[in-house]
Nanobody, 115 residues
Framework: QVQLVESGGGLVQAGASLRLSCAASRIISMFNVMGWYRQAPGKQRETVATITSGGTTNYADSVKGRFTISRDNAKNTVYLQMNSLKPEDTAVYYC?????????WGQGTQVTVSS
């Protein structure tokens, strides 16, 4: 059973920064893709950023230039550095990991950005 534990969310003002962490209970190099997703109230879950085992990254257009996804294989942790936060970034942020068979989700961490 793989566990993903997110942390780092909180309440900040617009323009501030936060760094989310996703700690995995398994060696993350074994996952093909890891990513961050978010879900705002009344909206569908959307992709924020992904990173492959080879280090290739992809971002939603809405966060390009502001968010950075990275991974530390030694710590089995994936990060999401979020800068210049906007009120529309308010959501529950979830970590996801995909291997050849299954996809795994964390429990989510709340990010609230006030104007």
């Amino acid at each position: 059973q793989v566990q993903l534990v997110e942390s780092g969310g909180g309440l900040v003002q617009a323009g501030a920064s936060l760094r989310l962490s996703c700690a995995a209970s398994r060696i993350i190099s074994m996952f093909n893709v890891m990513g961050w997703y978010r879900q705002a109230p009344g909206k569908q879950r959307e992709t924020v950023a992904t990173i492959t085992s080879g280090g290739t990254t992809n971002y939603a257009d809405s966060v390009k230039g502001r968010f950075t996804i990275s991974r530390d294989n030694a710590k089995n942790t994936v990060y999401l550095q979020m800068n210049s936060l906007k009120p529309e970034d308010t959501a529950v942020y979830y970590c996801n990991a995909l291997d050849l068979i299954f996809g795994y989700w964390g429990q989510g961490t709340q990010v609230t950005v006030s104007s």
